[in-house]
Antibody, heavy 120, light 107 residues
Framework: EVKLVESGGGLVQPGRSLKLSCAAS????????MGWVRQAPGKGLEWIGE????????NYTPSLKDKFTISRDNAQNTLYLQMSKLGSEDTAIYYC?????????????WGQGASVTVSS | DIQMTQSPASLSASLGETVTIECRAS??????LAWYQQKPGKSPQLLIY???SLHTGVPSRFSGSGSGTQYSLKINSLQSEDVASYFC?????????FGSGTKLEIK
């Protein structure tokens, strides 16, 4: 069974940093591009970015490029999202997702999400 | 960025009915469109890709169609477990973008 489990969410003060992790199991992690998507409370979905199999290519949605850093550790089957200079607008549920072989940016497996609240 | 306009924002229908959700792209996306279902309190799940291809394990009452800038998701014979929000996503152009969602309820 494909499983993605995010961790590291919580309450963080404005201007601070936070790092999320996503532990993958049930599939060969090395064979897939991975990505992050977020969803603000009561809102729609926003694609954050993606990373290829060997970390040689990392893409971000332009408006978030300076705030987020995506990385992965294939030996640990883990995906990461480093977030910096957080503001209230970054309050959201953060999902890690596997990009399908069906097409770029098509996400065929999602984690349960990590809740991040930015507040003083 | 390509803008995805989804309608309606909410929808109420009876069990057994057929419902249709629309998605319009701000430019031609050449069938680079996916639909996701998000049940309350859960993460999104892929339903449809390439505008009309059913993802593995998705019931056949779900179908997708469209071309160019206009796409739709149809749910035949509505079931109680279909209560969810539905999102379209274009992946023809970078960055991928989502519609604002349609919340489907049972009447």
């Amino acid at each position: 069974e494909v499983k993605l489990v995010e961790s590291g969410g919580g309450l963080v003060q404005p201007g601070r940093s936070l790092k999320l992790s996503c532990a993958a199991s049930g599939f060969n992690f090395n064979d897939y591009w991975m990505g992050w998507v977020r969803q603000a409370p009561g809102k729609g979905l926003e694609w954050i970015g993606e990373i290829n199999k060997d970390s040689s290519t990392i893409n971000y949605t332009p408006s978030l490029k300076d705030k987020f850093t995506i990385s992965r550790d294939n030996a640990q089957n883990t995906l990461y999202l480093q977030m910096s200079k957080l503001g209230s607008e970054d309050t959201a549920i953060y999902y890690c997702a596997r990009e399908s072989s069906l097409g770029y940016y098509v996400m065929d497996a999602w984690g349960q999400g990590a809740s991040v609240t930015v507040s003083s | 960025d390509i803008q995805m306009t989804q309608s309606p924002a909410s929808l109420s229908a009876s069990l057994g009915e057929t419902v249709t959700i629309e998605c319009r792209a701000s430019e031609d996306i050449y069938n680079g469109l996916a639909w996701y279902q998000q049940k309350p309190g859960k993460s999104p799940q892929l339903l449809i890709y390439n505008a009309n291809s059913l993802h593995t394990g998705v019931p056949s009452r779900f179908s997708g169609s469209g071309s160019g800038t206009q796409y739709s998701l149809k749910i035949n014979s509505l079931q109680s477990e279909d209560v969810a929000s539905y999102f379209c996503q274009q992946y023809y152009d970078y960055p991928p973008t989502f519609g604002s969602g349609t919340k489907l309820e049972i009447k």
